[in-house]
């Protein structure tokens, strides 16, 4: 968001500024969308996530319907909300959407095959429960920040985040081990308060209206190219070994899963949205975005 800030900033000529407040500090994370409604900050970004339920359209991107980036995975968020324009954000102007990278499994010994991953205790947090679930192994909650001491001790053998991780928090030196799956990925919005948005003139609503998915894009790229930094840094200090699912194991994976998006049709269309048709519209843009 420092660049997007910082573009506006160019783009309008001065004329707008962005003040950032970096997480937590202005409205905790799950306050951050109603802060915005009332007027306590004027943008905000925040994962949907947070609140389950409360974002039924944008949710199916949060499915693990195997995204291979970042970049494709935004670009689809992006397309899907701009397609349905859904009720969930009526009450906000959307500035950008975008997701973090692939969820894959970081481990303390190789995972070659889903048969490795079976009775293995894995930190996760949100979706990835219960993926890890259903797919054989034992999910454990708790903060980031407990989880190389837990390493350590035997209690968790590893984790399921995105990968940036193994720089970010050294992660590397625990679980040297990674293991491509592109499991899920968590979509955020950066939302505006309606009042402030109205209150803008013509030629600023226009820089931002054009950032919107140049934006997306941008963010994409800019977590995809920090995962790929962090894998090589890995590779250089802690020997990280990589390893890739089988196509018969990703089959059976995607097989385990599919009940997942099952339930997320029947559970959105009982709310009297077309469930069949967001995931058929999600596979179609994911293809399109993925080529």
């Keep these: 968001m420092e660049h997007w800030a910082k573009e ?17 500090t202005l409205l905790p994370a799950k306050n951050i969308f109603d802060g915005v409604i009332s007027g306590l900050a004027d943008i905000g970004n925040f994962a949907m996530s947070y609140q ?29 909300i701009e397609k349905y324009k859904p009720k969930e954000f009526e009450k906000v102007k959307i500035l950008t959407l975008f997701t973090c990278p692939p969820m894959n499994f970081m481990t303390k010994t190789p995972v070659r095959s889903l048969a490795d991953l079976k009775g293995m205790e894995l930190r996760v947090a949100g979706t990835s429960a219960e993926i890890v679930k259903r797919l054989g192994g034992i999910p454990v909650a708790m903060p980031q920040s407990e989880t190389p001491e837990a390493i350590q001790k035997g209690v968790v053998k590893g984790m399921v985040s995105s990968m940036e991780i ?33 209150s803008l003139p013509a030629d600023v609503k226009k820089v931002l209206d054009d950032m919107r998915r140049e934006q997306a894009l941008w963010t994409g790229n800019y977590v995809d190219g920090h995962v790929a930094e962090a894998l090589d840094w890995s590779k250089k200090n802690h020997n990280l070994q990589m390893f890739s699912l ?19 049709v029947k559970r959105v269309s009982a709310q009297g949205l077309p469930g069949k048709q967001i995931i058929a519209d999600a596979m179609a843009l994911k293809k399109k975005n993925e080529k």
């Design 166 to 198: 193994l720089k970010d928090f050294k992660f590397a030196a625990y679980t040297p081990n990674a293991t491509v799956a592109n499991l899920s990925v968590v979509t955020f919005a950066v939302v505006m308060n309606m009042e402030k948005w109205n």
């Design 52 to 80: 389950p339920g409360r974002f039924p359209v944008s949710e199916v991107v949060d499915l693990p319907l195997g995204f291979t980036s970042a970049k494709a995975a935004s670009l689809t968020l992006y397309d899907l």
């Design 246 to 264: 089988s196509a018969a194991d990703t089959a059976t994976a995607n097989s385990l899963l599919q009940p997942m998006v099952e339930d997320y």
């Design 8 to 24: 506006v900033e160019k783009r309008t000529a001065g004329k707008v500024k962005v003040q950032t407040f970096p997480g937590g």
